[in-house]
């Protein structure tokens, strides 16, 4: 996909990582990432996979947790901005 400053319509790919707790047991991750998913699709996203990372260690604690699960979402999208997303 070529883009450059002149063609703002072009689609862009994004990847992000989510952090969970280590609670959600692997069907609960599975509806989380579904529905993340969906509220991507929503809002006009495509090409979206979603690869667990599994359960690793944290370099730091966050909120007294030292493991969390990590979640990798890619997608591609027209450039926008996303209030509360």
């Known amino acids: 996909i070529l ?6 319509a072009a689609t862009m790919k994004y ?4 952090l969970l707790t280590e609670e959600f ?3 609960e991750l599975k509806t989380w ?15 979206i996979s979603v690869i667990s990372r599994g359960k690793r260690d944290l ?4 909120k007294n947790q030292k493991r969390g699960n990590f979640i990798q979402i890619n997608f591609s999208s027209v450039p ?6």
């Open 3 to 8: 883009r450059n400053e002149y063609n703002m």
């Open 15 to 18: 990847e992000m990582m989510i």
């Open 25 to 27: 047991n692997d069907s």
């Open 33 to 47: 990432a579904f529905n993340y998913a969906k509220a991507l699709r929503k809002l006009s996203a495509s090409e």
């Open 59 to 62: 370099a730091y604690t966050i």
């Open 80 to 85: 926008k901005k996303y209030r509360r997303f």
